[in-house]
């Protein structure tokens, strides 16, 4: 079983490829560059160093949502047109559930954070259960956008270790020392931020498991209305939604 695996999120920029559960090869890129620049040439890359047609993929997986609305329409393009032009599905991974995913093993409560603006976060809370090869990922809150302070309540609310990680940890961490009152740790370098591989192991167990989609059918996952929308929204005097 062969997953291409995109990543584009939030800042990082990835491409990943995985066969029967072993990762092939992995670009992932967070340096002043913009994804429109950087996630093909990646996955072109990647394809020809380890001499793979992506039409010989089984399933093409893409970090769908929440995020930066410009990076999750370059990954869903890009997703939406190879799974179009191969013929293959598509697997929508929850951005939050992927960046979980890279703490896999834990023995903590795992909590990503995605920087959402306005003192908001895109975040969850996750923990491992099992072992060896019956290890799962638990869901305990679902992915969703959050008020920082209204998540710190949460989590001193809880027992347990909790792991930080992901492109909102630089932005929210004075909060977080200041709010965050139970233990907690903060992931390290290679594991605290987005990665590609991530969405590839992920796409692969859609895949097993049948939660894919047809190229077609795939689109982004929202959570709030954009910036633009919201402005517009904001002079017409009606409500966004957003938050």
């Known amino acids: 079983m062969l997953t291409i695996g995109i990543e584009s999120s939030g800042l990082v920029a ?6 029967d559960g072993l990762l092939v090869a992995e670009y992932n890129v ?11 040439p990646m996955l ?10 992506p039409g010989d993929a089984d399933c093409f997986a893409v970090s769908a949502g929440p995020g930066s609305f410009t990076g999750l329409r370059i990954g869903s393009s890009t997703v939406k047109g190879l799974a179009l032009v191969k013929g293959k599905p ?18 903590g409560l795992v909590v990503p954070l995605m920087d959402a ?16 090869e019956d290890m799962s990922m ?22 347990g270790v909790i792991y930080f990680l992901g492109d909102g940890v630089p932005t929210y961490l004075d909060r977080i020392r200041e709010l965050i009152k139970t233990p907690y740790r903060l992931a390290p370098a290679g594991m605290n931020r987005q990665r ?5 192991r992920l796409g692969e167990q859609y895949l ?27 002079k017409q005097g009606i409500p966004s939604g957003g938050i």
Request: hydrophobic share 35%; charged share 30%.
């Open 138 to 159: 638990r869901t305990i809150m679902d992915q969703c956008p959050m008020d920082i302070e209204e998540l710190a309540r949460k989590l001193n609310s809880i027992d």
């Open 30 to 40: 967070q340096y002043k560059k913009t994804h429109s620049q950087t996630l093909l």
């Open 208 to 234: 097993k498991e049948g939660r894919v989609v047809p190229g077609e059918a795939h689109k982004p996952l929202y959570m709030r209305p954009s910036q633009a929308e919201r402005e517009r929204a904001e």
């Open 117 to 132: 603006r306005r003192n908001q976060v895109y975040t969850g809370i996750y923990t491992f259960e099992g072992e060896g």
């Open 196 to 200: 590609a591989s991530s969405v590839a």
């Open 44 to 53: 072109e890359e990647i394809c020809r160093m380890t001499e793979t047609d």
């Open 90 to 107: 598509v697997a929508e991974i929850p951005s939050v559930e992927a960046i979980a995913a890279g703490l896999w093993g834990c023995t």
């Open 14 to 19: 990835g491409a990943a490829i995985i066969r």
